[in-house]
Antibody
Framework: EVQLLESGGGLVQPGGSLRLSCAAS????????LQWVRQAPGKGLEWVSA????????KYTDSVKGRFTISRDNSKNTLYLQMNSLRTEDTAVYYC??????????????WGQGTMVTVSS | DIQMTQSPSTLSASVGDRVTITCRAS??????LAWYQQKPGKAPKLLIY???TLESGVPSRFSGSGSGTELSLTISSLQPDDFATYYC?????????FGQGTKLEIK
């Protein structure tokens, strides 16, 4: 069974850092691009970041550029999101998601259960 | 960046009704659009990709149509399990923006 399992969320003060992890199983991890999507409490979905299969190409939404870094370790089947200089507006459930295709543009067909990040003093 | 405008934001309907949700893109996204269903406390679930292709296991009462800048999701006959929030997402170019969501409520 294809699965994604996020971890690393928690409570952090403004200006602090946190690293989220997403452990994958059930598919050839190194073959697929992956993404992070977040959802603030009571709000809609917001796309955050993407990384290609090999980890060389990364993309970010403007509000996290320069503060968040997406990376992956294909030997450990794990995706990461390093979050620095956290702001209260980064408070959200963070989901990792797998793109359904390997080459052409693809929708997100497998999602983790999410991990909550709360930025508050 | 491509902006996705989804409407309506809230939709009240009854079991058996036919409903349509629309997403308008600020520029052409061809057919690179997905529709997701989300229930409270759960991760989104992919319903439709490439504008009109039904994801495996999704009931055939769900359908997608359109291309370019105007795309839509139709549920032909609402079932009790369909009352949820629906999102569109364009994956034509990064940032892969979502619509604001449509909350489908029981009338």
């Amino acid at each position: 069974e294809v699965q994604l399992l996020e971890s690393g969320g928690g409570l952090v003060q403004p200006g602090g850092s946190l690293r989220l992890s997403c452990a994958a199983s059930g598919f050839t991890f190194s073959t697929y691009a992956l993404q992070w999507v977040r959802q603030a409490p009571g709000k809609g979905l917001e796309w955050v970041s993407a990384i290609n299969e090999g980890g060389e190409i990364t993309k970010y939404t403007d509000s996290v550029k320069g503060r968040f870094t997406i990376s992956r370790d294909n030997s450990k089947n794990t995706l990461y999101l390093q979050m620095n200089s956290l702001r209260t507006e980064d408070t959200a459930v963070y989901y990792c998601a797998k793109r359904m295709t390997t080459v052409t543009p693809g929708a997100l067909h497998i999602w983790g259960q999410g991990t909550m990040v709360t930025v508050s003093s | 960046d491509i902006q996705m405008t989804q409407s309506p934001s809230t939709l009240s309907a009854s079991v058996g009704d036919r409903v349509t949700i629309t997403c308008r893109a600020s520029q052409s996204i061809s057919m690179w659009l997905a529709w997701y269903q989300q229930k409270p406390g759960k991760a989104p679930k992919l319903l439709i990709y490439k504008a009109s292709t039904l994801e495996s296991g999704v009931p055939s009462r769900f359908s997608g149509s359109g291309s370019g800048t105007e795309l839509s999701l139709t549920i032909s006959s609402l079932q009790p399990d369909d009352f949820a929030t629906y999102y569109c997402q364009q994956y034509s170019s990064a940032p892969y923006t979502f619509g604001q969501g449509t909350k489908l409520e029981i009338k």
